[in-house]
């Protein structure tokens, strides 16, 4: 079974800082992919950032990047230079290499950016 | 860009109706997923269908069924509503790739519904 932990229910940052949420995941698979998701007061999940597991390079798009530490088995969110419209949800999420069942999410952490 | 369509944002039915929650995606993806979210509880997997007609059970299926009779569309049914599925429903698209750790899942705008 997949877990996904997410520790810091809310964190309060200063606009232009940069952020870093944790998640520490657990699965047995060798083969599985990470996944960060942005959810605004809307509700819409928006796809973020995507890991996997055999790259040996942490991945980055724009202002996001994941610093993937394998061994620690952990796949934390860096938002640089932060602004007003980061407020949000913020999930991470897994998937396995055994076939499409789904993600496994964390409990998600409440990021709000302070002027 | 990929988009996945939700038909209704906010629904209000009462107990003991049947209510159809319908989602669809422009992508040709071949995988399609309901999730309900609850405060405290996070995302939860009910089923989910990787081609046409075909459907599997997720974690909490109980209470519900789907149905796809088209690639592009993923129905949930709530065959008798009652109070404790009042959530937020969210659908999901994805490719099925070689190595399935590789599908990115985009979502829906959800649907928050209510049950009186």
């Known amino acids: 079974a997949q877990k996904i932990t997410q520790t810091q229910p809310g964190m309060f940052v200063q606009e232009k800082e940069a952020v870093t949420l944790d998640c520490t995941y657990d699965t047995s698979d060798q083969s599985y992919g990470l996944f960060w998701y942005k959810q605004p007061s809307s509700g819409e999940m928006i796809f973020l950032i995507y890991q996997g597991s055999y790259d040996e390079q942490n991945a980055t798009e724009g202002r996001y990047s994941l610093n993937f530490q394998k061994a620690r088995k952990s796949a934390n969110l860096v938002i640089s230079a932060s602004q007003l419209g980061d407020s949000a949800m913020y999930f991470c999420a897994m998937n396995s290499g055994g076939g499409a069942d789904g993600l496994t999410f964390g409990k998600g952490t409440h990021l709000i950016i302070q002027p | 860009d990929v988009k996945v369509t939700q038909s209704s944002r906010y629904l209000v039915k009462r107990t003991g109706e049947k209510v159809f929650l319908e989602c669809v995606q422009d992508?040709?993806?071949?995988?399609m997923f309901w999730y309900r979210q609850d405060p405290g509880l996070g995302l939860r997997l009910i089923y989910f269908s990787y081609d046409v007609k075909m459907k599997e059970k997720g974690d909490i299926p109980e209470g519900y069924s789907v149905s796809r009779e088209k690639k592009e569309r993923f129905s949930l049914i709530l065959e008798s509503a009652s109070t404790n599925q009042t959530s937020m429903y969210l659908c999901?698209?994805?490719?099925?790739?070689?190595?399935?750790?590789?599908?990115?899942?985009?979502f829906g705008p959800g649907t928050r519904l209510t049950v009186l």
């Open positions: 992508m040709d993806h071949e995988n």
């Open positions: 999901a698209s994805s490719f099925r790739g070689l190595d399935p750790s590789t599908d990115t899942q985009y």
